[in-house]
C-alpha cells in the first residue's frame, strides 16, 4: 500500500508518532512517505492509496498555524476513493480534547475519502503508551484495509 503520512508537530509529540506509524507500515510492507505540514501539499494525496493526517490541537480546539495552508487546500481537493485516518496529540485539560484530530476526519469524510479506523488521540502519556497505541492504530487501519478491499 502506497501511504502519505502528514503531520505537524510543536513539542514532538505528533512527530513522534508519525514516525511510530510510518516505521510499524513500513514494516508491514507499506511504502510510505512523511511529510511536515507546511511543506506537503493537498493535491500531492491524490498520488497515494492511503492518506493519514496528524495535528496537535492549539488553543481551544483550533487547528495549529502549521497545518492551516494544507487545510485550506483541502477543501478542495477529491479523495474519492482513498482511504485515511487521523492522529494526533492534545491536552485533556482543555474543553475540546484533541479537536483537530475530529476537524481533519470530518474533512477528509467531506472531501470523499473513506475513515477506516477511528482517529487516535493521545495525551500526555508515557512513550511505550504511545508506541503501544501508535502499533494498535496501524492494526486497525491494516485490518479495515482488508475489509475494504473485500468488500
Given at each position: 500500500m502506497?501511504t502519505?503520512?502528514v503531520?505537524?508537530?510543536?513539542?514532538?509529540?505528533t512527530?513522534q508518532?508519525?514516525?511510530?506509524?510510518?516505521a510499524e507500515?513500513?514494516?508491514?510492507?507499506?511504502?510510505?512517505?512523511?511529510k511536515?505540514?507546511?511543506?506537503?501539499?493537498a493535491?500531492?494525496?491524490?498520488a497515494y492509496d492511503?492518506?493519514?493526517?496528524?495535528s496537535y490541537t492549539?488553543g481551544?480546539g483550533?487547528l495549529?498555524?502549521?497545518?492551516?495552508?494544507f487545510?485550506?487546500?483541502l477543501?478542495?481537493t477529491d479523495?474519492?476513493g482513498?482511504i485515511?485516518?487521523?492522529?494526533?496529540?492534545?491536552?485533556?485539560?482543555?474543553?475540546?480534547?484533541?479537536r483537530a484530530?475530529?476537524?481533519?476526519?470530518?474533512?477528509?469524510?467531506?472531501?470523499?475519502?473513506e475513515?477506516?479506523?477511528?482517529?487516535?488521540k493521545?495525551?500526555k502519556?508515557?512513550?511505550?503508551?504511545?508506541?503501544t497505541?501508535?502499533?494498535?492504530?496501524?492494526e486497525?487501519i491494516?485490518n479495515?484495509?482488508?475489509?475494504?478491499?473485500?468488500a
Amino acid at each position: 500500500m502506497n501511504t502519505i503520512i502528514v503531520y505537524c508537530s510543536m513539542t514532538g509529540n505528533t512527530e513522534q508518532m508519525a514516525e511510530l506509524i510510518a516505521a510499524e507500515l513500513t514494516r508491514l510492507g507499506d511504502c510510505v512517505e512523511v511529510k511536515d505540514g507546511i511543506d506537503a501539499y493537498a493535491d500531492e494525496l491524490i498520488a497515494y492509496d492511503r492518506i493519514l493526517i496528524g495535528s496537535y490541537t492549539w488553543g481551544d480546539g483550533e487547528l495549529p498555524d502549521e497545518m492551516l495552508g494544507f487545510y485550506e487546500e483541502l477543501q478542495d481537493t477529491d479523495l474519492t476513493g482513498k482511504i485515511g485516518a487521523v492522529f494526533g496529540a492534545g491536552d485533556s485539560s482543555y474543553d475540546y480534547f484533541a479537536r483537530a484530530v475530529d476537524v481533519l476526519e470530518e474533512t477528509l469524510k467531506n472531501r470523499g475519502c473513506e475513515i477506516i479506523t477511528n482517529g487516535l488521540k493521545v495525551d500526555k502519556e508515557f512513550e511505550e503508551q504511545v508506541t503501544t497505541k501508535c502499533r494498535t492504530f496501524c492494526e486497525n487501519i491494516t485490518n479495515a484495509q482488508v475489509k475494504v478491499k473485500t468488500a
